[in-house]
């Protein structure tokens, strides 16, 4: 009977060792260049610290979500009124990214490891009236045109990184 018991025993020793290696594999993880890695922790919840390029060690207890610190582009097609009531269309590409410091507060700010295209268009929309209302539709059309972009520039840098903790690299007006 002591024989028996002996042998069941021994039968438990491979499958501890197979659970402890699959806990032991949850402690390591790899973060690709150009991105930050969001720390959810299950007992402290959304962490302001990320996880850096390489390879990195965590707790079982927290889950790593991947952030992009690459810039990305977006192209927008928008209406704004100008101060003498016509609308003008604008086609505008910007250039933004999330830095790897703020990867943590945007995540918090949108739950989700990219901005919309509906927030984004939002801001730009918000940015750009600002600054077409202050201009006559002809001298946006004319000189100002280049004075509208930098004051448009300087607005939806400011909008974006108070709202969403996001880098504007740069905007251009297309067509």
């Given at each position: 009977h002591k024989n028996i018991l002996n042998k069941r025993?021994?039968?438990?020793?491979?499958?501890?060792?197979?659970?402890?290696?699959?806990?032991?594999?949850?402690?390591?993880?790899?973060?690709?260049?150009?991105?930050v890695g969001i720390v959810y922790h299950e007992f402290g919840g959304l962490q302001e610290e990320v996880k850096e390029e390489g390879f990195q060690t965590k707790s079982i207890f927290e889950h790593i979500t991947r952030i992009s610190t690459s810039n990305r582009t977006s192209q927008i097609k928008i209406d704004a009124q100008t101060i003498d009531s016509s609308y003008a269309t604008f086609n505008?590409?910007?250039?933004?990214?999330?830095?790897?410091?703020?990867?943590?507060?945007?995540?918090?700010?949108?739950?989700?490891?990219?901005?919309?295209?509906?927030?984004?268009?939002?801001?730009?929309?918000?940015?750009?009236?600002?600054?077409?209302?202050?201009?006559?539709?002809?001298?946006?059309?004319?000189?100002?045109?280049?004075?509208?972009?930098?004051?448009?520039?300087?607005?939806?840098?400011?909008i974006m990184y108070d709202r969403y903790n996001i880098t504007l690299i740069s905007t251009s007006f297309d067509e």
């Amino acid at each position: 009977h002591k024989n028996i018991l002996n042998k069941r025993s021994f039968l438990f020793v491979p499958l501890g060792l197979l659970a402890m290696l699959l806990l032991l594999t949850e402690c390591f993880i790899t973060i690709n260049a150009n991105e930050v890695g969001i720390v959810y922790h299950e007992f402290g919840g959304l962490q302001e610290e990320v996880k850096e390029e390489g390879f990195q060690t965590k707790s079982i207890f927290e889950h790593i979500t991947r952030i992009s610190t690459s810039n990305r582009t977006s192209q927008i097609k928008i209406d704004a009124q100008t101060i003498d009531s016509s609308y003008a269309t604008f086609n505008i590409t910007i250039i933004y990214r999330v830095e790897a410091s703020n990867a943590g507060k945007f995540y918090k700010s949108t739950n989700s490891i990219e901005i919309s295209q509906q927030q984004l268009s939002s801001l730009v929309k918000e940015a750009l009236q600002s600054s077409t209302i202050k201009y006559e539709i002809y001298s946006i059309l004319g000189d100002k045109l280049e004075e509208v972009r930098v004051d448009f520039t300087d607005d939806l840098k400011q909008i974006m990184y108070d709202r969403y903790n996001i880098t504007l690299i740069s905007t251009s007006f297309d067509e």
